[in-house]
């Protein structure tokens, strides 16, 4: 008995000691030592971004501004960024901003716009969606005598499973990496399987679930490392959550306590 005392101290020692958090791993401004460096570069990883081929159920921002006040009162639109300046206490947030006042392309990739009509805008850039308005209003205007303006109304994208702040998000940025997405949703929970993040994602032709690992420095150079409008990340649990173990020192040390008082119990009661 008393041996087996001994070796469930020792186990609980050798857990304890392991699992434990020095101070110097969190406090900043520490003193170092003069050749210690304080920052190491690492290597200068080029982008791949691809460009964006806008989507069925993208929302747009479309500005239009011409010489002619007339023309400017009929093809009066994209005025989202004059409401998100007059906007005050909040009453909405950037993405219904522009969910108001943007176009969204419908099931057949086409948006209507005043005097011009519809086009059909699916499968093309910004640059190119700028480039068939243009086309269309020369109707109405001489070259050089009007601006255009199309850019995307935000990213949006959605956020499920290990996160503390699941949801879906609208991000005014004209490019977001994965990593500002999950700060966006709070981070991911300690259980969270970085190193098997699933990625779905949108295209022309369909739908296409990706595998992402977090945790691979190589994802900064894959078409991955931004993410697109309408992305979905779900982040699945650890093995840890089925098992019932604890995220945390003090719950994994409590649940060893009682593991180890319920096998001292059921050896006392044998004999």
Known sequence: MIRLYFIFAC???IFLFSSCISNRKLIYMQEFPKDAPAVIEGELVPHEVEEYLLQHNDIV???IKTTSPELNEIL????????????????????????????????EGIVELPLIGEISLVGLTTKEAKLAIEE???????????????RLGGIRYSALGEFNNPGKFTLLQNRVTI???????GELTPVAKRNWVNLIRQYPEGT????????????????????????VIYAEPMRVRELGTGTT??????????????ALLVINASK
């Open 179 to 185: 990593f500002e997405a999950i700060a966006n949703a």
């Open 208 to 231: 296409r679930s990706h595998k992402i690992n977090l945790i691979n420095d190589k994802l900064m150079a894959s078409e991955f490392y931004f993410i697109r409008p309408n992305d």
């Open 249 to 262: 020192f003090i719950q994994t040390f409590q649940l060893l306590i009682s593991a180890v008082t319920v």
């Open 61 to 63: 921002d479309i500005t």
């Open 76 to 107: 009066s639109v994209g005025n989202a960024d004059n409401q998100i300046r007059n906007l005050s206490g909040g009453a909405l947030e950037g993405g219904d901003i522009f969910f108001l006042n943007g176009f969204s392309l419908d099931d």
């Open 11 to 13: 186990l609980a020692f």
């Open 136 to 150: 269309k209003l020369k109707q109405y205007v001489t070259k050089d005598n009007y601006f255009v303006r199309v």
